[in-house]
């Protein structure tokens, strides 16, 4: 094999194996898993897998990393494509849902109790509240949505989905976080409405 070849196979097994953990931790967490035991799902030796991170932990980041890094992409497209000001919001939100979705409550339970991926939960989480602010300014400032002060609307956003990234929602409601980003898709959408 050339120098070239590797080169280019090199990253393109490294993201293969990244998106097959993704599938892994997404339906059965990560905690109780050992690297043995990853090698083994995912048909590869542990050195492969030390090759994509150092340690466990460090392939369980990158993981989620991944994980977020396609739900972003697969989110912005989405809600690209709406002509009006209210169905972008409600198509990012939603689509904030639909990425979600395939995630389990062991994937979320372990999320939580490993600061590294919850943080990488939560800046995301931080980036898509920004993000609707931005949505709801834009809508605002054409005037296809009703006035709101878009900073406190971004503010309330943030504050539901720091909630449900914190799972203060799950347990009050019994919504997993897809459906409750679907419920607060609803929400937003229907409070700046013009009338």
């Known amino acids: 094999m050339t120098a070239a ?46 090759a ?31 002509a009006t000001a209210g169905a972008r919001i409600e198509a990012y939100l939603l689509a904030v849902s639909e990425q979600l979705r395939p995630a389990s409550a062991a994937f979320f339970a372990d999320l939580a109790a490993f600061p590294p991926a919850a943080e990488v939960y939560a800046a995301n989480t931080r980036t898509a509240a920004r993000r609707v602010q931005e949505l709801v300014s834009a809508g605002v400032g054409t005037g296809e949505l009703r006035p709101a002060h878009a900073s406190f609307v971004g503010a309330a956003v943030t504050e539901v989905m720091a909630a449900i990234h914190a799972g ?14 679907a419920e607060l898709a609803a929400l937003v959408v229907a409070g700046l409405h013009r009338s």
């Open 5 to 50: 070849r590797t080169a280019t196979r090199g990253p393109a097994r490294r993201a293969e194996l990244l998106d097959q953990l993704v599938e892994v931790f997404l339906a059965e967490g990560f905690a109780a898993f050992t690297l043995d035991e990853l090698a083994r799902r995912l048909h590869c030796s542990k050195s492969t897998l030390y």
């Open 52 to 82: 994509v991170a150092g340690s466990k932990e460090q392939l369980v980041v990158a993981a989620v990393r991944r994980f977020f890094a396609r739900a972003t992409v697969a989110v912005e497209e989405r809600a690209a494509a709406p």
């Open 168 to 181: 203060r929602i799950a347990a009050a409601t019994d919504l997993d976080d897809a459906a409750a980003y």
